[in-house]
């Protein structure tokens, strides 16, 4: 079985008794769930490292560089291509994972993975494009440090979640 531990996320406009400032920090003991495409922050840096997740061939070292994972579930908004990636992030953190899942927790099967397809060479940072969805399907997102050498980096990031229907040109 997969142990998906208690993950950190930062959510914008939280209510007071929630934290201060303009993201607060909260625990979550399942997955953060996407309502809506478009950007979101996110800081692993207080994540710990899930155990036991299939799949990880594309990442370098596979699941075992993976460190200081994030949990997201996403529901597809079209029947269309899905990109997800991590290219808005700077700073600290300079190499990240992407993976993508459809399942249940214990039973996860990937269906996409990234290490470093941003196109910066200076900052490897990962991007699922262009993968292929059906309105109302629903995936996990696993976004992670890779932990080689150099490693990563933590801190905080950026997620894009874009969902496009193709034209009929």
Not at 19 to 48: E, I, K, R, S, V
């Amino acid at each position: 079985a997969i142990a998906m531990p208690r993950q950190f996320v930062n959510i914008p406009a939280m209510p007071a008794n929630r934290g201060t400032g303009t993201f607060a920090q909260l625990m979550f003991p399942a997955p953060f769930t996407f309502g809506t495409n478009g950007q979101t922050n996110m800081d692993n840096t207080a994540a710990t490292t899930s155990a036991g997740v299939p799949g990880g061939a594309c990442i370098l070292g596979g699941n075992a560089s993976v460190t200081a994972d994030l949990w997201f579930s996403y529901t597809a908004t079209c029947t269309g291509r899905l990109t997800i990636d991590m290219c808005a992030t700077g700073g600290v953190v300079t190499d990240t994972t992407l993976q993508l899942f459809t399942g249940t927790c214990g039973a996860l099967t990937e269906v996409a993975c990234d290490d470093d397809s941003c196109g910066d060479i200076d900052n490897l940072l990962s991007a699922i494009i262009d993968f292929n969805v059906t309105t109302g399907q629903q995936f996990y997102i696993r976004v992670g440090q890779w932990t080689g050498n150099p490693p990563g980096g933590v801190g905080p990031m950026i997620m894009t979640i874009g969902c496009v229907v193709p034209s009929d040109d």
